[in-house]
């Protein structure tokens, strides 16, 4: 269908949106019979774009050849993507179709009516197309002595070239930039960089020195007389001024290049500080083979004899001579074609934009509405071979059995649907009955025919195969084998208990198994496993299984009973037989001794090996626990694997534990030993005497300090003695005395002279040697603790004297009367009862 356009002034014209339709499976359809092109514009460098805005990867443009590639005003296009006028007798080549937009799988399809070299924008990120000389260039050309323009900030002039002697290597490179670029992702980049020998100078725009090189080459192309060439170019200064150039090399007479008469034009030479893009162009001055030639310089402006700087390079382009008007653009408009290539395509409404850009870059856009309309491809059967199964038995019936396709759908949406359900079986899908199945169930595996076991050959179901709209019908064929009924089991066997030792007899109940030909079965018993039954055990078809196991073959046996119908027919069922045996329990041998520890003092003890039998020589398993079955206390641990209690008791555990050691034979027997175990504190370690008067406890301590004599006391909960009064002074010295002295808990070594009890009491109560305390005529300020009976043995009643930390007479080591507050503990010194006898 056509587009009606209005042309507007000079300007470009516009377009009103209009439909085309295309019919599915069509040919390529024209998107365009009438475009009106008449504003006398000129399209050079310029492009043609149709894109699709919504395009699938089915969608296909392209543009189709003249009949008469010749004839005035006929567009053709070659295989590499070219673009031809025919002018009357001849084509003349006026553009391309940009590789990467060449109206494919829903590609927009862009004419650009410029030639495309060979990575002409670099586009590729690499130097395809171009050859890199990373060295001098005054080996290929001396610019020497040539005039060049410059530009310094916007002061300009013309000045000389000086090309110097580089001093040591100067460094040049080139490569591929995405940094400073004209136009899409990459650009040329050439440096150069390095020092020269002179001419020394000031800062000038010219008469300083130059350095020439990098270069680069293109690959040859294809040019006519009248073709116009463009590029872009930027360069800007690095260490000082850049000096570019850039060269169209032509092959003169000789058709070569790298002869004396290739053809040399300027394209542009250039000093300065900073230029950026800008195209320069020129015309090709005869047929021919060409190349590009650009070369990276710099310009010693400052006079310092260092230089460098880069020259960027992008989008070089070649434009025929051959005029593009309003009418090519009509003519290439006409010719290009719209198609989809899928046969069940995305049907919504394609809004195709075409776009034009001038030579001067106007710019203006138009829509094509293509119209879809899809088209109903019927389904068809690939294959129907049927299947062969064995009687009473089932076939999956896969994608080899059976398949049909469908342009428009995929496999999920063909369905068999049965117009008569096979007389002989059922079709299942994934083990459900069903009258209907999919295509993908086919391919899946999942359809299956189960026969129903009658004495049948053949058997077939009718079904009808559609997409939903049209449909195909034919019939499935199976071919059934007959088979031998084989035996079944119809009451399967109870599992059994037996016991060793014992005799075991068991007939195989007679309607265990059932065979519909009546032919006479056969039985065997044998291992579910496959080995070989246990010596013991014997079997008789007609007595059945019988036999005596021992002790040794107590456990699980898996047994099978198969009936066979000698047809090659059988049918087997498990049983379990478990064998158990009569258990003698362990005893006593020995019973373990009553026991006895200390509270903070490491206790072990491990069971006797004898204090246990078993009369089956079984292995014994060992646990403990107390005899009221309270597991044991924290403090206690019992290893089952060695028998061995270990543990240190806290003080606070002071009691007698009745322990209980019990033996295990795994087989369901236990014996148990009971004994105590009588945990006692460490005044029990002492000999000790209690004062009726206050009932608290009273032992000597080994000789040592009074600091040693304290520290015992206190391993005890208690400290040394604290002397309350006349009457507990009598009773210890008529308990303890032996006319030595003995350390008491007086001192004053936290405030010297003032005495005060270790115990924290009061200190009411004193009884000091009529010279005492003298704090210090022996130790003097260290006399700071107090012993009882002080050089006083006739009356040793009356001598308390304060000494040295070591002890009196001039530091001897004594002994100290410790005493123990019952009521101030936090724990019974008694202990808790738990006397074996109790429980």
Not at 222 to 235: N, P, Q, R, V
Not at 597 to 615: I, N
Not at 705 to 720: F, I, S
Request: aromatic residues 10%; contains cysteine.
């Amino acid at each position: 269908m056509a587009i009606a356009l209005t042309i507007v002034g000079p300007g470009m014209a516009q377009a009103t949106p209009n439909t085309v339709t295309y019919i599915e499976g069509s040919p390529p359809i024209p998107i365009n019979s009438s475009l009106n092109f008449s504003c006398g514009l000129e399209y050079g460098d310029g492009e043609l774009r149709f894109s699709l805005s919504n395009g699938t990867p089915n969608d296909q443009l392209n543009l189709t050849s003249a009949t008469n590639p010749n004839a005035k005003g006929a567009i053709s296009v070659d295989n590499s993507g070219s673009i031809f006028l025919g002018n009357g007798t001849e084509t003349n080549r006026i553009g391309s179709i940009l590789e990467t937009e060449d109206g494919t799988n829903g590609k927009a399809l862009t004419i650009r009516f410029s030639s495309p070299l060979t990575n002409a924008g670099f586009e590729t990120g690499d130097l395809t197309g171009w050859t890199a000389f990373q060295k001098n260039y005054s080996t290929v050309q001396n610019l020497n002595g040539q005039s060049i323009a410059y530009d310094f900030n916007g002061s300009t002039g013309t000045g000389k070239i000086i090309v110097s002697t580089p001093n040591g290597s100067p460094k040049y490179t080139v490569s591929i930039d995405n940094k400073t670029v004209g136009s899409g992702n990459y650009a040329l980049r050439l440096v150069s960089n390095g020092g020269i020998t002179g001419p020394s100078g000031s800062d000038r725009p010219s008469g300083n020195g130059s350095l020439h090189g990098p270069y680069v080459r293109s690959d040859s192309f294809e040019a006519f007389a009248g073709d116009s060439i463009t590029l872009d170019f930027s360069a800007q200064r690095g260490s000082d001024a850049y000096e570019v150039f850039g060269f169209l090399i032509g092959t003169g007479s000789d058709n070569s290049f790298g002869s004396s008469d290739d053809t040399r034009t300027q394209l542009f030479a250039k000093r300065g500080d900073k230029v950026p893009f800008n195209s320069v162009s020129a015309t090709i001055p005869a047929d021919g083979q060409y190349q590009f030639e650009f070369v990276c310089g710099t310009y010693d402006k400052t006079g310092g004899l260092g230089l460098g700087a880069s020259l960027f390079v992008d989008n070089v382009r070649l434009v025929s001579a051959t005029s593009v008007t309003d009418a090519v653009i009509q003519a290439i408009s006409d010719g290009v074609t719209y198609n989809n290539i899928s046969h069940n395509p995305n049907t919504d409404t394609r809004h195709l934009n075409i776009t034009r850009k001038t030579a001067n870059n106007m710019t203006d856009s138009t829509a094509v509405d293509i119209l879809f309309t899809a088209v109903n491809d019927a389904p068809t059967i690939a294959n129907n071979d049927g299947a062969t199964v064995n009687e009473g038995e089932s076939v999956t019936i896969g994608s080899a059995n059976l398949s049909g396709t469908d342009l428009d759908n995929n496999n999920a949406d063909l369905t068999y649907i049965l117009n008569t359900n096979p007389s002989h079986g059922s079709i299942q899908v994934s083990g459900v009955n069903t009258t209907q199945f999919t295509q993908a169930d086919l391919d899946a595996g999942l359809v299956t025919y189960i026969h129903d076991g009658s004495e049948t050959i053949a058997d077939s179901f009718n079904f009808e195969l559609t997409d939903g709209v049209t449909s195909v019908t034919e019939t499935f064929n199976l071919n059934v084998i007959p088979q031998n009924d084989i035996p079944v089991v119809v009451n399967p066997i109870d599992d059994q208990t037996i016991y060793s030792r014992r005799l075991w007899n068991f007939p195989i109940p007679i309607d265990t198994f059932e065979d519909a030909d009546g032919d006479i079965l056969t039985l065997s018993l044998s291992m579910a496993d496959g080995s070989p039954l246990p010596a013991w055990l014997t079997f008789e078809s007609d007595t059945g299984i019988f036999g005596i196991p021992s002790n040794d073959d107590v456990g699980i046996l898996n047994l099978v009973v198969t009936a066979d119908d000698g047809h090659g027919g059988s049918a087997s069922t498990g049983f379990v037989v478990t064998i158990e045996r009569g258990n003698y329990a362990p005893v006593v041998v020995n019973p373990i001794d009553d026991l006895s520890t200390v509270v903070t003092k490491p206790f072990s003890f491990t069971v006797p090996g004898t204090t246990f039998s078993d009369p089956d020589s079984d292995p014994l398993s060992l646990s403990a626990s107390l005899a009221n079955g309270a597991s044991l206390p924290t403090w206690l641990s019992f290893d089952q694997a060695t028998g061995m209690f270990s543990g240190t008791p806290p003080k606070t555990d002071i009691g007698t534990l009745c322990l209980v050691v019990t033996a295990d034979d795994g087989q369901g027997a236990q014996v148990s030993d009971r004994f105590s175990l009588n945990v006692e504190s460490l005044l029990s370690l002492k000999e000790t005497y209690t004062n009726p008067d206050n009932g608290h406890i009273y032992f000597l301590t080994k000789v040592g300090t009074w600091t040693d004599t304290q520290a015992e006391a206190e391993e005890v909960d208690g400290n040394l003695v604290t002397i309350n009064d006349e009457a507990e002074h009598d009773w210890l010295w008529g308990t303890f005395g032996t006319g030595e002295p003995f350390w008491i808990g007086l001192n004053d070594a936290n405030n010297e002279g003032t005495f005060s009890w270790i115990s924290g009491q009061d200190f009411d109560y004193e009884y000091w040697h009529p010279i005492k305390p003298d704090s210090g005529y022996y130790g003097g300020e260290d006399e700071d603790y107090v012993v009882m009976n002080w050089r006083d043995l006739r009356e040793p009643g009356n001598g308390w004297a304060d000494v040295e930390n070591d002890g009196p007479y001039y530091g001897d080591p004594v002994q100290g009367i410790v005493e123990v507050e019952p009521e101030s503990l936090d724990y019974s010194l008694n202990g808790d009862s738990d006397a074996c006898d109790e429980v």
